[in-house]
């Protein structure tokens, strides 16, 4: 088996907590196994420009507390046509790049397959993807690189709400990200003591909803961006009319709501993320070494493994 000498490494998709310390261990990880490291900045649109960063011990320093990305992120339509991901697989043999890793969600491992699969694909090198999204919505892997601080920040930003809440008997409906996938609802949910949790997967009950507002006082309903009924607004002006007046009779009890949105992607990574993200990066480079590809590194029971779930995408969208 040929000796791999030149990796990269890109962040790609929505950013994630977490992605920094994938890079860091990576880059460090990778210069003590001899290997020259270059970051590729913009995920698939910097691979078509051909914007490649020599990465040193240096370059990563001071970046494991940091959240979103020192590579950027991007997203590229380009990527998505043959003559794009020619152009990207050309600039990787100029560079004499040999293995590619990639930290992101599902459309970039649907990238990484379309790329270099043996039947379609247009480049001969490794990939190896790695899952960086705070959705936790990647086949294979119990958590995702990103989910555990997006959850801790939704959670904290609910604690916070209950403060008011109770101040003014008024009711919460909060909504979280996740246009797919309910695991930061149901996390969220459960950890703030949420009176109810709306998610994409399960049909939210309107009538079980109402059965129970507003018996102590104030409540937290978590609902996900993506569930059938169009998000927080549209379920605040549903539940309205069903509130009864609130228990000291001189006034109505009423639903507020709060959308946290790209909050829950920022912020520093908890030492959770770090640790995933470490391991992660650090396997995907052994990963390259044993010469492995179209395979994606997961976290199975507390265990990490190599999984085909790149081969299971086949829709690109980068």
């Known amino acids: 088996m040929k000796k791999i000498k030149k990796i990269a490494v890109m962040t790609s998709g929505g950013d994630a907590p977490g992605m920094n310390p994938f890079i860091r261990a990576v880059v460090r990880y ?21 914007q490649f960063k020599y990465m040193d011990f240096d370059s990563v320093c001071n970046i494991i507390q940091q959240g979103g990305t020192i590579l ?18 050309q600039n990787l043999r100029e560079m004499g790049i040999e293995a590619l ?11 990484l397959y379309e790329f270099a699969n043996k039947d379609t694909g247009v480049w001969d090198g490794l990939v190896i993807g790695a899952p960086g999204t705070i959705d936790n919505d990647i086949i294979g ?18 604690d916070k709400l209950r403060d008011t809440g109770d101040a003014h008997s008024r009711h919460f409906i909060v909504e979280v990200m996740g246009r797919h996938s309910g695991d930061i609802a149901k996390a969220v949910g459960v950890a703030s003591g949420a009176r109810y949790i709306a998610t994409p997967e399960t049909k939210t009950d309107i009538g ?11 409540d937290i309903i978590v609902i996900a961006e993506g569930d059938e009924i169009g998000g927080a ?3 605040a002006k549903i539940l309205q009319p069903h509130l009864d007046a609130a ?3 001189d006034k109505e009890a009423e639903f507020r709501v709060c959308i946290l949105g790209h909050v829950q992607r920022g912020g520093s990574p908890s030492a959770r993320d770090r640790i995933l993200a470490h391991d992660m990066g650090v396997a995907s480079v052994d990963a ?15 265990e990490l493994l190599l999984t085909a779930t790149l081969v299971e995408k086949q829709a690109v969208a980068a």
């Open 30 to 50: 990778g210069l003590d196994k001899d290997l020259e490291v270059f970051g590729i900045e913009e995920g698939y649109k910097g691979l078509i420009k051909n």
């Open 72 to 89: 950027k992120t991007a997203r590229s339509k380009e990527f998505m046509t043959h003559e794009g991901r020619v152009k990207a697989a």
């Open 101 to 111: 890793i990639c930290c992101g969600g599902n459309g970039s491992y649907a990238g």
């Open 141 to 158: 892997t119990d958590y995702t690189i990103g989910f555990d601080t997006a959850v801790n920040t939704a959670v904290e930003a609910i």
């Open 208 to 218: 079980a909803i109402v059965e129970t507002i507003g018996r102590h006082g104030h």
């Open 233 to 235: 607004d549209k379920l």
């Open 247 to 249: 228990e000291n009779g």
């Open 288 to 302: 390259v070494l044993a010469g492995e590809t179209l395979k994606a590194v997961s976290s199975r029971c507390g």
